[in-house]
């Protein structure tokens, strides 16, 4: 949210009410805004719209609780909370329309690319090369560009200074992940054959 200030017509402490009733009406307030989100809602802009004692966090831990039974959850990503749809529904989503995520159009080795990037970036294409032992064709990485699951990172310190990429906030919300720490550790992907028993390598 643009403006650091809260609304001077929202009444956030609520003192007019009795507790049970207050909490409810904080949880509602948190409810609707991460209803009207599209991106993930930082715990700071949350805290706007509710009393200054109140924990957002319990708060928040309280509407999922209250969400228990319901097509769609609350996700910690990339540094907030979102809703998202339960991915025991993702196939009636799919099947009553034409709804895409950020990899139905990915093909495996694109994902392997993009595994690697995560697990190595800052990272060149030519970085990529020594991993996967061929050339990464601009297409490939343009189409990940596309989806906004990578950025461009700082320049490499190689000579001609090429390019690195790097995953964005966009590849945290697709894959479900509140930070990069998050990743599953290389071990298990590498027996599940996602990436290549590839040595840690810099940014070449």
Request: glycine residues 8%; negative net charge; hydrophobic residues 45%.
């Amino acid at each position: 949210m643009a403006n650091d200030r809260p609304d001077p017509e929202l009444d956030r402490e609520l003192s007019d009410l009795p507790p049970e009733l207050r909490w409810r009406e904080w949880m509602r307030r948190i409810e609707a805004v991460l209803f009207a989100s599209t991106a993930p809602v930082p715990r700071e802009d949350l805290a706007r719209v509710v009393g200054q004692g109140a924990s957002v966090d319990l708060l928040v831990e309280d509407l999922a609780a209250d969400l228990e039974g319901r097509a769609f959850e609350i996700a910690q990503v990339a540094g907030g909370w979102m809703f998202r749809t339960r991915a025991t529904y993702a196939p009636a989503i799919r099947a009553a329309a034409d709804v895409g995520d950020q990899l139905l159009d990915l093909s495996e080795f694109d994902v392997a690319v993009l595994a690697a990037i995560a697990y190595h970036q800052p990272i060149t294409r030519d970085g990529l090369k020594d991993i996967f032992g061929k050339e990464i064709s601009r297409d490939l990485i343009g189409r990940l560009h596309a989806r906004n699951l990578i950025g461009t990172g700082p320049r490499s310190p190689r000579r001609g200074a090429p390019y690195t990429f790097v995953t964005t906030e966009q590849f945290l919300v697709a894959f479900g992940l509140e930070s990069l720490r998050d990743l599953p550790d290389r071990e298990q992907l590498v027996d599940a054959g996602v990436v290549g028993e590839a040595p840690q390598i810099d940014c070449g």
